[in-house]
């Protein structure tokens, strides 16, 4: 059983930095890439950065500057380093562990973790 578990989120003034971190348990079937996503009320989840199975990584234009996505495999560990924080940066910010999905060959996800608050503050 995939288990997903994120830490590191809190509360800073912007400018500031938070590194969150996502320990994963379990072997990931046909795994195809990790990512972070985030969430606020009323919105749907997105995407915010992601590192994919060819050494590729992807993200929002927003934080292409200010985010670094990495793995240490060692640890089964992802990390989304965020400097630079924004107000608008205030979300759930959720780990992902995907998958290619068998039957369109598509990179989905397909765990969760429970989500870490990161709230950001003038």
């Known amino acids: 059983q995939v288990h997903l578990m994120e830490s590191g989120g809190g509360s800073v003034q912007a400018g500031g930095s938070l590194q969150l971190s996502c320990v994963v348990s379990g072997v990931i079937p046909v795994s195809c890439g990790m990512g972070w996503y985030r969430q606020t009320p009323g919105k749907e989840r997105e995407i915010v950065m992601a590192t994919l199975g060819d050494g590729s990584t992807r993200a929002i234009d927003s934080v292409k500057d200010r985010f670094t996505i990495s793995q240490d495999r060692a640890t089964d560990t992802l990390y989304l380093q965020m400097n630079n924080l924004e107000t608008e940066d205030t979300a759930v910010y959720y780990c992902?562990?995907?998958?290619?999905?068998?039957?369109?060959?598509?990179?989905?996800?397909?765990?969760w973790g429970q989500g870490t608050q990161v709230t950001v503050s003038l």
């Open positions: 992902a562990a995907m998958s290619v999905n068998l039957t369109s060959h598509a990179c989905q996800v397909r765990y």
